[in-house]
């Protein structure tokens, strides 16, 4: 019987919480890499496509019918939902406004 391996598939928060974890000064890309069970290729792999564009690499934009989502305000939202929305915004520029600094 064939031993064929499956690709595995990671969430986007996983792979930002991989990134972040990997670019602190007190660890290697070795260590983060034996810890998840993940190749360092890939890892570099999400810390350049992070570099590049940011926390928004990680966020999948398609639903799972395979059409683009629409992102934005969308009639009916709550208030609660919008807050909650502003919060995550939030929380993500504070993390890319640490990132140039971390990535040296």
């Known amino acids: ?7 595995r598939h990671f969430t986007p928060e996983f792979k930002l919480q991989v990134v972040l974890e990997s670019i602190q ?3 290697t890309i ?11 290729s890939v890892i570099n792999r999400w810390r350049r496509e992070f570099k590049a564009r940011g926390a928004d690499i990680f966020t999948d934009k ?5 059409k683009a ?4 305000y969308k009639p009916g939202e709550s208030p609660d939902d919008l807050k909650r929305i502003i ?9 890319l406004k ?3 600094g971390l990535l040296g």
Request: net charge positive.
């Open 62 to 66: 398609r639903d799972p019918k395979g």
């Open 1 to 7: 019987m064939n031993d064929i391996s499956q690709r």
């Open 69 to 72: 989502k629409a992102y934005g």
């Open 87 to 95: 919060g995550e915004l939030t929380v993500q520029n504070e993390i």
């Open 25 to 27: 000064r007190d660890t």
């Open 30 to 40: 070795e260590a983060v890499s034996r810890k998840y069970g993940i190749a360092s």
């Open 98 to 100: 640490k990132v140039p």
